[in-house]
T-cell receptor
Framework: GAGVSQSPRYKVAKRGQDVALRCDPISGHVSLFWYQQALGQGPEFLTYFQNEAQLDKSGLPSDRFFAERPEGSVSTLKIQRTQQEDSAVYLC??????????????FGPGTRLTVL | AQKVTQAQTEISVVEKEDVTLDCVYETRDTTYYLFWYKQPPSGELVFLIRRNSFDEQNEISGRYSWNFQKSTSSFNFTITASQVVDSAVYFCALSEGFKTIFGAGTRLFVKA
């Protein structure tokens, strides 16, 4: 079956622009996660959804970052007024079970965001 | 605070050598999960193993094996008879609640 997909795969933004990154999880997966991966680093947790409920957003670096999953499937990560330090790969992952990250997560290919 | 340390930044081996990737973690929880993921050059993280804190049995899957030592808070990963296709970045991760904490990764180069 289809895995986790993300779009766009690459995004170049000018400083100050808003961007929206999309994640299509595996069908039927309850949990959805967003991570930020800087070059040469491990993924850093941003936020977690259980169905449409955002249960943990403690990793969002600032109020410029906003995520939603209104119907419990597709999710969008929005970054307002992008800054150069936002340049990173943004990874989405989904898992079958509810309750957070104790279950195996399946990752998408990521969106590489470059802010000029 | 929880933490995952992968002290080896890069390892380079020749094909057919065995290689062990170290992972040390810190947590105050009695129940937790540990993971290993592989990130090949294509960039997509691939799940390798999931282990809960109550199961200290070592596991073997083909050329891969994992050694979980709760007493030393370590969860090391060994690749036997390495192959060029094993070249990737490997991440150890610790889970608690909604979050997953990843280590910084170990980049493995396997030369032919």
């Amino acid at each position: 079956g289809a895995g986790v997909s993300q779009s766009p795969r690459y995004k170049v933004a000018k400083r100050g622009q808003d961007v929206a990154l999309r994640c299509d999880p595996i069908s039927g997966h309850v949990s959805l996660f967003w991570y930020q991966q800087a070059l040469g680093q491990g993924p850093e947790f941003l936020t977690y959804f259980q169905n449409e409920a955002q249960l943990d957003k403690s990793g969002l670096p600032s109020d410029r970052f906003f995520a939603e999953r209104p119907e419990g499937s597709v999710s969008t990560l929005k970054i307002q007024r992008t800054q150069q330090e936002d340049s990173a790969v943004y990874l989405c992952a989904s898992s079958f079970l509810a309750g957070g990250s104790t279950d195996t997560q399946y990752f998408g290919p990521g969106t590489r965001l470059t802010v000029l | 605070a929880q933490k995952v340390t992968q002290a080896q930044t890069e390892i380079s081996v020749v094909e057919k050598e065995d290689v062990t990737l170290d992972c040390v973690y810190e947590t105050r929880d009695t129940t937790y999960y540990l993971f290993w993921y592989k990130q090949p050059p294509s960039g997509e993280l691939v799940f390798l193993i999931r282990r809960n804190s109550f199961d200290e049995q070592n596991e073997i899957s083909g050329r891969y094996s994992w050694n979980f030592q709760k007493s030393t808070s370590s969860f090391n990963f060994t690749i036997t008879a390495s192959q060029v296709v094993d070249s990737a970045v490997y991440f150890c991760a610790l889970s608690e609640g909604f979050k997953t904490i990843f280590g910084a990764g170990t980049r493995l180069f396997v030369k032919a």
